[in-house]
């Protein structure tokens, strides 16, 4: 198991810029990737950013350009950049760890854009 708390949520003016972090602990030897997602309410959880314990990152076509997903191993966080936010953005954030048989999830983040 590997716990997940994120920080770094709150209010934003559009154009803006904010940078969540998300900290790991327990089994995090056995974290293969961490992602980033959000949940706006009414909404299904969608993708935001991936990266493996490699360094490997991954985008969905919806946020290519905006967001950027970043680890720092020493401090067990993974970060998610976040430029020229839009109302639409506003949702719950979230982090993920997945391990070989099963996912964990942080509690999450609110952001909420204004116009």
């Known amino acids: 198991q590997v716990q997940l708390e994120e920080s770094g949520g709150g209010l934003v003016q559009a154009g803006g810029s904010l940078k969540l972090s998300c900290t790991a602990s327990?089994?995090?030897?056995?974290?293969?990737?961490m992602g980033w997602y959000r949940q706006a309410p009414g909404k299904q959880r969608e993708l935001l950013a991936r990266?493996?314990?490699?360094?490997?990152?991954y985008y969905p076509d919806s946020v290519q350009g905006r967001f950027t997903i970043s680890r720092d191993n020493a401090k067990n966080a993974v970060y998610l950049q976040m430029d020229k936010v839009k109302p639409e953005d506003t949702a719950i954030y979230y982090c993920?760890?997945?391990?070989?048989?099963?996912?964990?999830w942080g509690q999450g983040t609110q952001v909420t854009v204004s116009s």
């Open positions: 327990g089994s995090i030897s056995r974290i293969i990737a």
């Open positions: 993920n760890a997945v391990l070989p048989t099963l996912t964990n």
């Open positions: 990266i493996t314990t490699g360094g490997n990152t």
